[in-house]
């Protein structure tokens, strides 16, 4: 089994409808973090999680709202979804260990969303 | 602009060719500089890390980072159609820099 699992997989949607796309983890980390990949634009954080209470927004966050309902599970929610929310999500989750900065990021397969 | 520019490709090179990856940087609080590989349908993969300024090496692979001209390289040697992916730098610091960054990648294609 993956150690960072995403479902669904792939989701096609209204637009106006709410969707939510979950993740759960078993690396038993700390941090999780919600991205979506568009061709040109690269990755692109949504909102991360440092711990359950801690929820934190990124760099895209409107349109978006998140869940952290335990510390494996990190929930991603368009309440009401637009066209230009189609893209691939992807759910990662990190554990800085002894180097705080050591942030390697193990990803899921990701979402493929797209609004119609 | 953004804090972390990469040239998208598409890159095509033959088997056995060296291939050099770039990303440059603004935030010079960035201290901390890895890649990951993408293969298509699959979520990223980190391949190399390195800290701060210097290179490292693993099997046909070297990470450069030049922290005095915030420029940040990749080279494969011996390049293999296994190597066909798609590359994205990422870079972690303190203080304004104290988020994963993702340059956009760099869709590489190994040809036979």
């Known amino acids: 089994d993956a150690d960072v699992t995403q479902t669904p997989r792939n989701r096609i949607t209204k637009t106006g409808k709410r969707i939510m796309l979950e993740c759960s983890q078993t690396?038993?980390?700390?941090?999780m973090y919600w991205y979506r990949q568009d061709p040109g634009l690269g990755l692109r954080l949504i909102y991360y999680?440092?711990?359950?209470?801690?929820?934190n927004k990124g760099e895209i966050s409107d349109g978006y709202s998140v869940s952290r309902q335990a510390q494996a599970k990190f929930s991603l929610s368009l309440e009401s979804a637009i066209p230009n929310q189609t893209a691939l999500y992807f759910c990662?989750?990190?554990?800085?260990?002894?180097?705080?900065?050591?942030?390697?990021?193990?990803f899921g397969q990701g979402t493929r969303l797209t609004v119609v | 602009q953004k804090e972390v520019e990469q040239d998208p490709g598409p890159l095509s090179v033959p088997e056995g060719a060296i291939v050099s990856l770039n990303c440059t940087y603004s935030?010079?609080?960035?201290?901390?500089f890895m890649w990951y590989r993408q293969y298509s349908r699959k979520g990223p993969e980190l391949l190399m890390y390195?800290?701060?300024?210097g290179n490292k090496e693993d099997g046909r692979f070297t990470a450069q980072v030049d922290k005095s001209s915030k420029y940040i390289s990749l080279f494969i040697r011996d390049s293999q159609p296994s190597d066909s992916a798609t590359y994205l730098c990422?870079?972690?610091?303190?203080?304004?820099?104290?988020?994963?960054?993702f340059g956009t990648g760099t869709r590489l294609q190994v040809t036979l």
């Open positions: 999680s440092f711990d359950v209470k801690d929820i």
């Open positions: 935030n010079s609080a960035f201290q901390y």
């Open positions: 390195t800290y701060s300024s």
């Open positions: 990422a870079m972690i610091g303190t203080g304004t820099a104290s988020k994963l960054t």
């Open positions: 990662a989750t990190s554990d800085p260990g002894t180097h705080y900065m050591n942030t390697e990021a193990f």
């Open positions: 690396k038993g980390h700390d941090r």
